[in-house]
């Protein structure tokens, strides 16, 4: 999709504050509402503007981990975080790693355990490189589920329950929040 100025000032405006009424917009790019919506709408629906609603996990005293793995089985690994409440996102990347995943949680304990008890041990692993994200230049925003779908099986697929684990019993884990094995505060 080709954009043009005014689309670029659109979304520049929307980068630079989410709220932004189309009304403002139309005043500052000398055009009337309805094209101004048109125009957004258009935006969208080619995928050139998207709006993201969630929380900034430093902000709010979260944790947030970056994990670089170099993988034989990549979509092995994707599928066994996609329902993970921990799991921010995931880039497949060239180099020495094949993929960059994003976890936040409450404590880096929490952190610890799902790469030394998940990502690890998989056979299909053969690098981690496990990292604490100190600080972002910019806001991160991670579009998470506060309340996510109960289940009685592990989403990442762990065969061992929470309560059985030596993490979790010493609180070094919080659990999961979706089975329900949680002692954290922030689901």
């Known amino acids: ?45 080619s995928g050139a503007l998207e709006m993201q609603t969630g929380i900034n996990p430093l902000k709010m005293g979260l944790y947030m981990a970056k994990v670089d793995i170099s993988s034989t089985n990549p979509s092995e690994i994707l599928t066994m975080f996609k ?23 409450e404590n880096i304990a929490t952190l610890e355990a799902i790469v030394n008890g998940h990502i690890r041990p998989n056979k299909s692993v053969t690098d981690v490189d496990f990292n604490i994200v100190i600080n972002t230049e910019k806001d991160y925003i991670v579009p998470i589920i506060l309340t996510p779908d109960h289940t009685d099986t592990p989403p990442c697929g762990v065969l061992i329950s929470c309560s059985s684990c030596l993490s979790f019993k010493e609180r070094k884990c919080m659990g999961c929040p979706a089975t329900g094995e949680y002692q954290g505060w922030f689901y």
Do not use: H, T, W
């Open 1 to 45: 999709m080709k954009i043009d100025d005014k689309d670029r000032r659109i979304i520049s405006f929307y980068a630079r504050n989410p709220s932004i009424s189309q009304e403002e917009i139309a005043r500052a790019i000398n055009l009337s509402q309805p094209s101004v919506a048109f125009r957004i709408k258009k935006l969208k629906e």
């Open 83 to 105: 329902d993970c409440p921990y799991f921010a996102n995931c880039f497949s990347i060239s180099g020495r790693s094949n993929l960059c995943l994003f976890f936040i949680s």
